[in-house]
């Protein structure tokens, strides 16, 4: 195994990029890898139930992944993680357009080469 | 056999963009052969329950604020340019905006120019308060009893393009759907079926591409050392060429700064989208799943691949009703032992939101902690491992319908300027009155667009 395929703890920011957007008290979140060859590793770690738990503490209730293997890339659907959203939250981002960065703060493992700096 | 490409730009995409982003757009435009047109999207939900408000105090207002500050700069070069502008600002009184756009045509000497204006997007034309308010809402919004503001069906681009049929040089909308800005345009030229749904996709993802303005253009992309965009303090707004055939080519105004690459369109393709497979739209049900999206030249990506789906025998409208007031205040804490004085504050408003009987919902924050990704609970803020020395900023935030109970709570941070923790400084507070919104599908038969022309005097 070259230094470059040996897996490393990092975070999701390294390997992907995203974007987030509301609808109600839903979040919509897509993570798109800088590259192509990293969607396996997408997939495989950055599931339904660990995405559920980054966003607990908000209040997330239901998370639906979709995926998008031409692009390639996910799209996260977050249920109740808005606080009530635009209607009802206190939080000063009420439309959890920072949210992309809290899915691209999760720990991940994953070799040099997938990263967006190798 | 017609016209095989439209050129299409977008000079805003949200109320409050730049006011000096469609320059560029138009002098780009101006340079190329074909249909060209202009579209600015300035219309979001709350933007148009305030024009409602604004049109009930004033007939003769409830359009976007923005007009005159969008429209000046370009009117008479998108004239003598034959560059058709389409836009929703006319927000909650089409006609009124018609009106004022004749009148600054008047003043920059486009005799002649023609305007159309849709209407009939008001569902309160068509039914009752109480007919609005007995639709269940899509988010299991309770309206209840709350005052309604403004209840508007999103039309789609059938009607843009009978404007442009019958001859308008600018279309004029109140709530459509923002991809029915580009959608409307491409029907026109290219005659496209009413159920030609793979090439209407096409279109409403070009629409959904562009409407949100610089955001498939490098902004709200750049990343240091990650996502690295040229000259961002210019950025370029869009420019798209559609083919006759679906294809859609996206590009930005010339010699501007930004980016436009498979990442920057890949972000904005999936913005806001939800399922993939199914966007609803009032035209069609856009399916992206199978989009290629291909770098074919500096700043230029190619899409295809959309395809669509029979459109929904509904029509969403988005219902506006007044919701109670929200307050926010912050003090700012700094230097040494600045993170327990700061803790010790929301303590004490804390204690004293309790012995007053407040009973609406606050939240805490510590700014310089976490804040934005904390819940309103504060977890994450509580285990956060910043020093005990740095710049904090308390922030108190409430709702409530009763105004008075929420300047108290502002207040009660106010206060802490004498009685509370050891240097608190730098106060500021405000009180705004909110509209709450929530969805409802309608038959689409109820809704009847409305199309007509104003010419502007010679």
């Not at chain 2, 757009?25 to 600015?40: M, S």
Request: with cysteine; hydrophobic share 40%; net charge negative.
């Amino acid at each position: 195994m070259s230094e470059d395929d040996e897996p490393l703890p990092t975070r999701l920011h390294e390997i992907a990029h995203a974007r987030a957007g509301d609808k109600g008290n839903r979040s919509s979140i897509s993570l798109i890898p800088y590259r192509p060859e990293a969607y396996r590793l997408l997939l495989e770690q950055v599931t339904e139930q660990r995405v559920l738990e980054a966003f607990a503490h908000k209040g997330a209730s239901r998370v639906t992944r979709y995926e998008l293997p031409g692009l390639p890339a996910l799209n996260f659907v977050i249920d109740d993680v808005l606080q009530g959203g635009v209607n009802a939250a206190l939080n000063l981002d009420q439309h959890g357009k920072t949210l992309s960065s809290l899915l691209l703060a999760m720990p991940v493992t994953a070799p040099r080469r997938l990263m967006r700096r190798s | 056999m017609g016209v095989d490409t439209v050129h299409i730009g977008c000079g805003a995409g949200f109320s409050g963009d730049r006011v000096d982003a469609a320059g560029p757009v138009v002098e780009t435009l101006a340079r190329r052969d074909g249909p060209r047109y202009l579209i600015f999207e300035s219309l979001a939900e709350r933007t148009l329950a305030l024009a409602q408000k604004h049109r009930r105090a004033d007939p003769g207002h409830g359009y976007s604020p923005f007009l005159d500050a969008y429209v000046r700069p370009v009117l008479a070069d998108c004239h003598s340019a034959g560059i058709r502008i389409v836009s929703n600002f006319g927000a909650a009184n089409p006609a009124a905006a018609a009106a004022r756009i004749a009148e600054i045509a008047a003043e920059q000497g486009c005799d002649g120019l023609r305007i159309g204006i849709v209407e009939g997007d008001d569902l309160l034309e068509v039914m009752s308060e109480g007919e609005v308010r007995r639709y269940p809402t899509i988010e299991g919004l309770e309206i209840g009893e709350a005052p309604l503001v403004a209840a508007n069906a999103y039309l789609g681009a059938r009607p843009i393009a009978e404007a442009l049929a019958l001859g308008a040089d600018v279309v004029v909308t109140g709530r459509c759907t923002d991809p029915a800005l580009v959608l409307g345009p491409l029907v026109h030229e290219f005659d496209w079926a009413e159920d030609d749904w793979s090439r209407l996709a096409a279109g409403t993802m070009a629409g959904h591409l562009l409407e949100c303005g610089a955001q498939v253009t490098g902004a709200y992309y750049a990343d240091p050392g990650y996502k690295d965009v040229p000259d961002l303090a210019r950025v370029g707004f869009p420019v798209a060429e559609i083919g006759r055939d679906g294809t859609v080519v996206v590009s930005k105004a010339d010699n501007t700064g930004g980016l436009v690459s498979a990442g920057t369109v890949k972000e904005q393709l999936l913005y806001e989208i939800h399922d993939p497979a199914r966007y609803l739209t009032a035209d069609v049900i856009l399916d992206i799943t199978g989009v290629t999206v291909e770098e074919i030249g500096p700043d230029r990506v190619r899409l295809s691949g959309a395809r669509g789906w029979p459109r929904p025998d509904t029509l969403k409208a988005t219902v506006s009703v007044e919701g109670g007031w929200m307050g926010e205040a912050e003090l700012s804490y700094a230097g040494p032992n600045a993170l327990a004085r700061a803790r010790l504050a929301v303590d004490v408003v804390r204690q004293r939101c309790r012995d007053i009987g407040t009973n609406c919902p606050v939240r805490f924050d510590i700014l310089g902690t976490v804040s934005v990704h904390d819940g309103d609970a504060g977890d994450a803020a509580a285990v956060a491992a910043v020093p005990a020395d740095g710049d904090y900023r308390v922030r108190v935030a409430s709702r409530g319908s009763d105004r008075a109970v929420v300047e108290r709570i502002n207040q009660e941070l106010m206060s802490l300027y004498c009685s509370g923790p050891a240097a608190g400084g730098g106060f500021r507070q405000s009180v705004t009155d909110q509209i709450h919104t929530a969805s409802i599908l309608v038959d689409r038969d109820l809704v009847r667009p409305k199309v007509r022309m104003v010419e502007a005097a010679a």
